[in-house]
């Protein structure tokens, strides 16, 4: 399909694009290939690499024999007694957990970066203002970890330190407990992500609708549609191709989402998500069999998303 | 700007509340960064950041309560002046000072009509009468968590006072040379730039030779290829650290920065490659092709061709590659840890391993984020347009 | 913006200047001595031995060390091994890191450091790796017995016990408690009676907080430990640790009550349950010395001192801050720290010597880094404080590790799991059979 867009004019000798290839496809190998076939011949061992996954099957217990840990990273935090039950435990665990961060943080990136790139075309200042929302993505997450703390501190009366709960209490209510209050802390967690990642979705999204041609939003203004119509009928369908890469990728970066949960509450209070898990199992349990296996299944997770995004490409690259 | 201009009419005022309202959300966390990193740690410690701006701790409350009789400066009684240390000294807290009020001057109740404070507000009048007589000297913004900082220093005081009486520490010659101390963070910005210069040029320059194949070379499964290679962002940089620590090991390279440098390169080029690919794909045939009709090479192509075009998508790699290395604590953690230690790492070690030492961690993180936003602010424009090229192309 | 960045970074670098320059006028007195040869014969006629082995090391030769200790404990451990590196002229590379990914990853990729300074529990998980304490030439005679055994696996003695900080304390402020009248509670009776006597005035007795990051919930489980050492004993709760007694033992239940009465129920701590487990344990502490005092009592190790006096700097040790041992514990609760070797060069035999040694215990004792099980540095204490937690270490009648820190493989996240499973309102049995499953698997029970 794609031949076509390599100019034929030059002649070029069989070796010419490996040469251009090499030094990448060198590193690449090295550095992610070589490790992830380590990781996946790991997940098929026990603890520390030396005999079997089926060797750590315990008698009376449900066992997958060489897909021990697979189960263990599939199952182990699922309550299994009952439909009801794997249901409810499934929303605390960490797989439940990284399905409320997509669903959440890429709203909420999304819509507030659509929302603000729009509003944000119409005033003088546009440029300090995405500025602004954008300066988070400079920040470390060691630096947002101290930031937020000052945020969420929990505090009473002499020691109040954290800007939430004194607002709140200067307004007479009890201090809420943001980063230990399951479901909630999830909660507060992704806003640190939205916090970070609006600015990113923003500026792109900022840049697609400004390439929307002014005769298509002129021709319906003039057909009398009003603003909110104009944006969600002509607009939004336009630059709906940016939409979904800008969703796509936030769905792999969520899925690989890491560093906040590690900085901030290291997984406690129910607030664990597949990457933590498989970080706090190799590094903390020292299981590295089970800490692989959760790898591959992140890995089978974020799989599909990747495959959306490069299809698109190579449509995109077709109809040229 | 075209489009603004049309719906001027609309341009109206709930558009500036939203996005006022909006900003204002997104800086404060940061600016809390700001104004907790100039407190001293006491009061870090007890007050929140805001505090800093208002009047100092029982002002009020001993203008309502006290300031009709021992003056607003505390002075009005010479029996009582409140701005003599010794006296004061003798009611450091509530307990103490509410049990004076609670005694009868001249068979008078203390306070006459006025009803005793409870303790809360007692402990505040207490607080001020500490700042009336100077007791309490602790300033309200002080620049020593940041000299502290940056010197590296770990004491109990601060730089400063211990460089006065001569109790600094080992490491500390307290003249010039503190500022590359190995604990500080001075130190740790340099090596900070040393690791993220490289892992930043590296990967664009390898993502530069790929995407020009990819776009302009032909050889077979090109597309193949191209989606695999883009497809190893899936691969979570956390699974790989034990197999290349232990390689790393082999060839002797833990601990340096040849280390991070290649992993960097590593983990940067599947998005590189696609980014550059895409913006290399985007050029015009024809120049490429008149190009070759005047004779050039390949090469010829790649170096005066493709490069020079390419700037906007290499800037914006190039920011988003140095944000990414600046800001990333795993990978040198693994594989630099304390030998060189960098920015981020350095943050983590400002406190002991009990959390002491929130000045410190403050301050450092504040000056982990300068060159960042300095990079950001400076180059923003080349960083919005490559990044377009990426996304939204076609 | 731009320009407020570059006025923020002059700014800072003026502050810096004023900072750095300022002191030189000041005479160095650190300058003065020359670099101290080697141990010269001594002049006088009573033959000294050298206080420092240096073990044949030669001047130059460098130990990698990696530890937990950062900001200002690195700056304590700088200073105690100072003469030993100035005498033998070896060249520390140290690294610190609280995370524990970067040990492992150094060992399992086959370079570990020389040495570490850990917790217990990493001498079992590196069992096979370690060099034993008797090959590097350790003092053994200036450790009790109770620590060697601590430090022993599998028949062979793998750490050397550095530093101690027990656990077992409860920090009050004596002014607060002169004003309501209260004694130092003598047994657990007198402290069960002055904790309902509080509640009785209206005082909030405890100041509990459990948050500390990855670690949350260890200031539960050091509460846990000490109920069950005045509950229990000592020997029950290493039977936790050996694995002989079941995590989800009655014992255990029954001091997860006894903690749980206080430690969710806002009569007893600031805020209840929801205190306890979203305060930070820095917090904890500073809620018992702000001015008024959110509550008269917190328990914690020896360091809260310290962070008193860093976040209420008008406190004196004595009259606005002490403790008092847990009343009718058997036997005392203690963090450790464990120096490992990976190597046996000239280089950490010459360590292991000095920190063994009477000058090493000395020196420990007089920088004051909590307490030295080093016996020798028992009466070099400078602090009243450490003095007097050293007292109380030196009495008591036996000495438990951290059970979280003592038994491998993720069972100190799995203990502190149950701890705010159950305050949260988790069903207490199911959160100790949890623990307990790990507990047995830890240890292959």
Not at chain 2, 16 to 33: A, C, E, K, R, S
Request: hydrophobic share 45%.
């Amino acid at each position: 399909m794609a031949t076509t867009t390599v100019p034929k004019v030059m002649k070029q000798g069989k070796l010419t694009p490996w040469l251009y290839l090499l030094p990448a496809l060198l590193v690449m190998g090295v550095f992610i290939v070589y490790p992830m076939i380590n990781t996946i011949s790991l997940s098929f061992l026990n603890a520390d690499g030396t005999a079997s996954a089926s060797t750590t099957c315990v008698r009376g217990r449900p066992c997958w024999g060489l897909f021990e840990n697979y189960r263990y990273a599939l199952t182990a935090e699922l309550d299994l007694t009952s439909f009801s039950s794997t249901w409810k435990s499934f929303w605390s665990s960490s797989y439940g957990n990284n399905i409320k961060w997509i669903i959440i943080m890429v709203t909420g990136t999304v819509g507030i970066g659509l929302g603000f790139a729009v509003l944000a075309d119409r005033v003088k200042y546009e440029a300090l203002a995405k500025s602004i929302i954008f300066m988070p993505m400079a920040i470390s997450f060691v630096g947002a970890g101290v930031i937020w703390k000052f945020v969420y501190d929990f505090g009473t009366k002499q020691v109040q330190i954290g800007l939430l709960n004194a607002i709140i209490h200067n307004l007479g209510g009890k201090p809420v407990a943001w980063l230990s209050t399951p479901q909630l802390n999830t909660f507060a967690l992704v806003a640190v992500g939205i916090w970070i990642w609006t600015g990113f979705c923003m500026t792109i999204l900022s840049a697609a609708l400004k390439a929307v041609p002014d005769e298509v939003i002129e021709a319906a203004r003039v057909d009398g549609a009003n603003e909110w119509h104009i944006f969600w009928s002509v607009m939004v369908p336009i630059i709906s191709p940016t939409i979904i890469v800008v969703i796509t990728t936030m769905v792999i970066n969520v899925l690989k989402l890491f560093d906040i949960v590690y900085v901030m509450t290291g997984g406690n209070y129910g607030t664990e998500v597949i990457a933590n898990r498989m970080y706090n199992e190799m590094y903390k349990s020292f299981n590295t069999g089970r800490g692989t296996a959760i790898a591959v299944v992140l890995v089978l997770a974020i799989i599909p998303f990747i495959y959306m995004n490069i299809r698109r490409f190579l449509a995109q690259e077709a109809a040229r | 700007m075209r489009w603004s201009s049309i719906n001027k009419k609309i341009n109206n005022v709930p558009t500036h509340i939203i996005i006022i309202f909006t900003l204002i959300i997104w800086i404060v966390p940061t600016l809390g960064l700001l104004l907790t990193s100039i407190r001293p740690l006491p009061a870090i410690n007890t007050t929140g950041w805001w505090t800093v701006l208002s009047a100092p701790r029982g002002m009020k409350t001993y203008e309502q309560a006290c300031a009709s009789c021992h003056g607003q400066d505390g002075k009005l009684l010479t029996a009582a002046d409140l701005t003599n240390p010794d006296i004061v000294k003798k009611y450091p807290r509530s307990t103490q000072l509410t049990a004076l009020l609670q005694k009868e001057i001249n068979g008078q109740p203390h306070l006459g009509m006025t009803p005793l404070p409870e303790a809360q507000e007692s402990a505040d009048i207490a607080a001020y009468m500490k700042r009336l007589s100077n007791l309490d000297k602790t300033p309200k913004i002080t620049l020593n968590n940041y000299v502290d900082a940056i010197v590296g220093y770990r004491g109990t005081q601060t730089y400063t006072e211990d460089c006065k009486t001569g109790k600094q520490s080992l490491d500390l010659k307290c003249n010039l040379s503190d500022l590359v101390n190995p604990r500080g963070m001075g130190r740790a910005f340099l090596n900070s730039l040393i690791v993220t210069l490289p892992a930043t040029f590296l990967p664009i320059l390898f993502a530069a030779f790929a995407g020009f194949a990819f776009a302009w070379l032909d050889f077979k499964g090109r597309f193949l290829l191209f989606a695999v290679l883009v497809g190893l962002q899936v691969v979570p940089l956390q699974m790989t650290l034990v197999p290349i620590s232990r390689m790393y090991a082999q060839l002797g390279l833990n601990g340096t920065f040849i280390a991070v440098w290649l992993f960097h390169t590593g983990f940067g080029l599947p998005y590189a490659i696609y980014l550059m690919r895409n913006f290399l794909g985007g050029l015009p045939r024809e120049l490429f092709e008149a190009a070759y009709l005047d004779g050039a090479s390949h090469w010829t192509a790649f170096t005066r061709l493709a490069i020079p075009l390419a700037l906007p998508a290499i800037a914006s790699l190039g920011i988003f590659q140095f944000l990414w290395v600046w800001n990333d604590l795993l990978v040198a953690l693994v594989f630099l840890g304390g030998s060189k230690p960098v920015m981020t790492y350095q943050i983590g070690n400002m406190v002991t391993s009990l959390g002491a030492g929130w000045q410190l961690l403050t301050a450092a993180a504040f000056l982990s984020m300068l060159l960042p936003m300095v990079v950001f602010f400076a180059l923003q424009r080349y960083f919005i347009r490559g990044m377009m090229a990426g996304a939204v192309k076609g | 913006m731009n320009k407020k960045i570059k006025v923020l970074v002059g700014l800072l670098l003026a502050g810096m200047l004023i900072a750095a320059c300022a002191p030189v006028a000041t005479p160095a007195p650190t300058q003065a001595p020359a670099p101290t040869e080697p141990p010269a014969p001594a002049p006088t006629d009573v033959p000294v031995a050298p206080e420092i082995d240096c073990m044949g090391t030669a001047s130059g030769d460098e130990i990698s060390m990696l530890y937990q200790w950062s900001g200002n404990e690195e700056e304590n451990l700088n200073k105690i091994l100072a003469p030993f590196v100035e005498t033998c002229g070896i060249v520390l590379k140290p690294e610190s890191t609280r995370d524990q990914a970067l040990l492992d990853t150094r060992v399992k990729a086959g370079t570990p450091p020389d040495i570490t300074f850990w917790n217990v529990t990493q001498l079992t998980q590196y069992k096979d790796l370690l060099v034993a304490m008797p090959d590097l030439g350790v003092n053994a005679d200036n450790y009790a017995d109770y620590w060697k055994a601590i430090g022993t696996v599998d028949g062979k003695w793998l750490g050397l016990p550095v530093k101690a900080d027990p656990k077992t304390l409860v920090w009050y402020n004596p002014a607060n408690f002169a004003a309501a009248g209260y004694a130092v509670p003598a047994s657990w009776a007198d402290l069960d009676a002055l904790v309902e006597k509080m509640v009785a005035d209206g005082k909030v007795p405890w100041s509990m907080g459990m948050e500390s990051g990855d670690a949350t919930g260890w200031t539960g489980s050091d509460f846990i430990q000490d109920i069950l050492l005045v509950t229990q004993g000592p020997e029950y709760v290493m039977g936790i640790i050996n694995g002989t007694v079941s995590y989800d033992d009655p014992g255990v239940k029954a001091a997860y009550e006894i903690y749980g009465k206080w430690a969710a129920d806002a009569k007893y701590t600031v805020g209840g349950a929801q205190g306890t487990l979203s305060t930070s344990f820095l917090n904890a502490i500073h809620k018992v010395f702000s001015d008024p005092a959110e509550a008269m009592m917190v328990k914690q190790s020896g360091f809260a001192g310290g962070e008193v006096k860093a976040t209420y700097p008008d406190l004196a040790y004595g009259p606005d801050y002490d403790f008092f041992g847990v009343p009718g514990a058997k036997g005392l609760q203690g963090g450790s720290d464990w120096m490992m070797a990976f190597s046996d060069k000239p280089a950490v035999k010459a360590l292991v010597a000095y920190l063994s040694s009477a000058k090493g215990g000395k020196m420990w004792a007089e920088v004051g880094f909590d307490l030295t099980p080093n016996m020798a540095g028992a009466d070099a204490y400078t602090d009243p404080a450490l003095l007097k937690k050293a007292q109380l270490l030196a009495n008591a009648t036996g000495f438990t590790p951290d059970i979280g820190d003592s038994i491998p493989g993720g069972f100190g996240s799995a203990e502190w799991k149950a701890i705010v499973d159950y305050l949260n309102g988790g069903n207490l049995d199911a959160a100790l059979t949890a623990a307990a499953a790990v507990q047995a698997e830890a240890l292959n029970k």
